[in-house]
Nanobody
């Protein structure tokens, strides 16, 4: 089993930055595809970004150019650097891992999920 724990969320003003971390334990996830998703109040959870085992990345159009997903396999940790934050980025952010090498934009293709971390962007 893999446990995922997110951290780094908080309150930030519009235009500011935050870096989220997702620490994995229980198993090495260096060969796993991983991703970030978010759920805003009253909305469905949606895809944000994904990274495969060799670092290939893919982003939702809404965050492209502002967010950067990365991973440090030596630390068994994934990151999401969020710049130029907007109020519409306010959501609970979840990290996820799948036992396949490639990432995915589809939630049901992930095997493990973190508990989420709140990001609030004030205008």
């Amino acid at each position: 089993q893999v446990q995922l724990v997110e951290s780094g969320g908080g309150l930030v003003q519009a235009g500011g930055s935050l870096r989220l971390s997702c620490a994995a334990s229980g198993r090495t996830v260096g060969n796993y595809g991983m991703g970030w998703f978010r759920q805003a109040p009253g909305k469905e959870r949606e895809f944000v970004a994904t990274i495969n085992w060799v670092g290939y990345t893919y982003y939702a159009d809404s965050v492209k150019g502002r967010f950067t997903i990365s991973r440090d396999n030596a630390k068994n940790t994934m990151y999401l650097q969020m710049n130029s934050l907007k109020p519409e980025d306010t959501a609970v952010y979840y990290c996820a891992a799948r036992t396949r090498n490639y990432g995915s934009t589809i939630q049901s293709e992930y095997d493990y999920w973190g508990q989420g971390t709140q990001v609030t962007v004030s205008s």
